[in-house]
T-cell receptor, first 111, second 111 residues
Framework: GDSVTQMEGPVTLSEEAFLTINCTYTATGYPSLFWYVQYPGEGLQLLLKATKADDKGSNKGFEATYRKETTSFHLEKGSVQVSDSAVYFCAPMDSSYKLIFGSGTRLLVRP | DGGITQSPKYLFRKEGQNVTLSCEQNLNHDAMYWYRQDPGQGLRLIYYSQIVNDFQKGDIAEGYSVSREKKESFPLTVTSAQKNPTAFYLC??????????FGPGTRLLVL
């Protein structure tokens, strides 16, 4: 069945460091792809999305490009802040329009 | 302000008791979803509804029930048959096959 694989956390970085969180997926066809962020004790917030191959989603300095050939949607940010500390979820949408979630990747940014 | 509200924020359940979690949205979305999140884990789909008066089981529906009598509302009942109900419950909604937006969540604890 459809699945998603994210890099294991926690990812610990110093403020202003470059961030990459890897995400690969298996799915039928070419699903829409999403990144959500969850701050402690809160629900999920949509961070960015891409709906077709080679699309780049971006928001708040975060970017991810839909790579059809490698079935990947890696999240990047050029300079992280302490306030970016959260859990990040990559979620493809399956052929039934349901989101597929992995365990998420916890990011900890130190001052 | 448009959005999704969930209540209560915290809920305590006694042995053998049914409890109901509320989810309301004013985004005029047709589809609504319930997810369960366990500590350090991703989200698992409990039930979803794509239209009023219709709903489908997700991956972990046993011990839960839902209703969808109004477009704006999708309450979830955690029944006494659910033997391990302690978790964070998240409601989401979407327009037709579109991006899902999440509420702030309800944390259910067993006394």
């Amino acid at each position: 069945g459809d699945s998603v694989t994210q890099m294991e956390g926690p990812v610990t970085l110093s403020e202003e460091a470059f961030l990459t969180i890897n995400c690969t997926y298996t799915a039928t066809g070419y699903p829409s792809l999403f990144w959500y962020v969850q701050y402690p004790g809160e629900g999920l917030q949509l961070l960015l999305k891409a709906t077709k191959a080679d699309d780049k989603g971006s928001n708040k300095g975060f970017e991810a490009t839909y790579r059809k050939e490698t079935t990947s949607f890696h999240l990047e940010k050029g300079s992280v802040q302490v306030s970016d500390s959260a859990v990040y979820f990559c979620a493809p949408m399956d052929s039934s329009y349901k989101l597929i979630f992995g365990s998420g990747t916890r990011l900890l940014v130190r001052p | 302000d448009g959005g999704i509200t969930q209540s209560p924020k915290y809920l305590f359940r006694k042995e053998g008791q049914n409890v109901t979690l509320s989810c309301e949205q004013n985004l005029n979305h047709d589809a609504m979803y319930w997810y369960r999140q366990d500590p350090g884990q991703g989200l698992r789909l409990i039930y979803y509804s794509q239209i009023v008066n219709d709903f489908q089981k997700g991956d972990i529906a046993e011990g839960y029930s839902v209703s969808r009598e109004k477009k704006e509302s999708f309450p979830l009942t955690v029944t006494s048959a659910q033997k391990n109900p302690t978790a964070f419950y998240l409601c989401a909604s979407s327009s037709d096959r579109g991006t899902q937006y999440f509420g702030p969540g309800t944390r259910l604890l067993v006394l």
